[in-house]
């Protein structure tokens, strides 16, 4: 259980992190803003969750390697679009489809990480405890990114973004209290998630939107 946990962390930190310093470069931050944003979006929602959870120091903060990968990814890609910025903004439509898969991987495998969190912390019985940390783990970061780059947060605006992270988390609550199983969950849970952000974008499925009529 604790190595697919593990895997699941590097993947969810690897994709968190070119999202969030992909979006950084769009917003034309130098590149400590841009390993900033990439680091807070893929740890920020953890460390959240954390605090819900009572556990201090966060966890981020005794594994500090993925906060090293975090930043190694983010320079990574600042490095890469850097190099290709002359390319950049003809490319926005492409970079903004490839950025989306790894927003989607990272919201799935976060959204599993924080469930699975709630469940390791004693609240097991508790589903409520258990969807929160999983949404909370998956969207948490991405709202404090758009806040530092000025903008409203995605999550509350597109595509279903946080309705994608709580099913999933109400669905491995379900197949990890019934089945027992952290592989089998986690694997279930990371693919629905991820088809429905992908079938979101695609269709472009929205909640009901408040506007006023000027």
């Excluded at 090293?68 to 903004?96: G, Q, R």
């Excluded at 609240?123 to 948490?140: A, E, P, R, Y």
């Excluded at 990114?145 to 509350?156: A, L, S």
């Amino acid at each position: 259980m604790t190595e697919i946990i593990k895997i699941l962390e590097i993947a969810g930190t690897i994709a968190f992190s070119v999202s969030g310093a992909l979006i950084a470069c769009g917003a034309g931050l130098d590149i400590f803003g841009v390993v900033f944003v990439g680091c807070t979006t893929a740890i920020g929602g953890g460390i959240i969750r954390d605090v819900v959870l009572g556990i201090h120091p966060p966890t981020i903060f005794t594994n500090y390697l993925l906060f090293i990968l975090a930043v190694f990814t983010s320079v990574i890609t600042f490095i890469i679009a850097y190099i290709n910025k002359e390319k950049f903004h003809p490319l926005k439509s492409k970079i903004d489809t490839v950025n989306n898969y790894f927003d989607a991987v990272g919201l799935a495998v976060f959204s599993v990480i924080g469930a699975e969190a709630g469940f390791v912390n004693g609240h097991s019985h508790n589903v409520f405890i258990i969807v929160l940390c999983g949404m909370i783990t998956g969207v948490g970061g991405g709202i404090i990114r758009d806040i530092m780059i000025g903008t409203t947060p995605y999550v509350f605006k597109k595509h279903v973004y946080a309705l994608a992270s709580i099913l999933g988390s109400l669905l491995y609550y379900l197949l990890r209290y019934y089945l027992e199983t952290v592989s089998l969950a986690s694997g279930v849970t990371i693919f629905c998630v991820i088809l429905i952000r992908i079938l979101a974008t695609k269709y472009r499925w929205e909640l009901p939107k408040m506007t006023w009529k000027k």
